[in-house]
């Protein structure tokens, strides 16, 4: 049964998602401002600058999916998910230490920052979105993000 605030439900988890994305495009912008640095005493000191940047980001990333985590196990409550309330569990114990931990990944093409603790939880988010918002469209599927096409049109 799907709650007649599941509108509200779906905004607050599309909200939090969204953070995480933004801080992880800061981090990305960190990332290219320290690779076109020239060597030098002064490169070396805005690379320590920027790491300490990026240490903030991350930490900002862990509290953002804490209180993700938080808000998934009661919204797995109250539509009475016990599947999904176990997965959350388990992902919350899985990354307690980790939570906002990032990496930096690359290919022949592009290159960015992830969160896999993130990672982890998006098909559940995905998931989530769908059961709230039926009438919405439906989200990419794993393989669409992995190699960047649009199979999903509908």
Known sequence: MIPANSAAIARDIENLCAVVQD?????????????WLKPSKEADDARMDIDV??????QKIAR??????QRLALYADALQLAATRESVTQW?????DRLGKTEFWHDSETH?????????IKPVLDGLLVLLQPDQKIPPTPVDRVIGIGLNTA
């Open 112 to 120: 960015g920052r992830e969160s896999p603790a993130f990672n982890e």
């Open 64 to 69: 953002v999916l804490s209180i993700l985590g």
């Open 53 to 58: 940047e990026i240490l903030d980001y991350e």
């Open 92 to 96: 919350r114990k899985s990354w307690t």
């Open 23 to 35: 801080f992880l495009n800061d981090i990305e912008r960190l990332d290219v401002a320290s690779f």
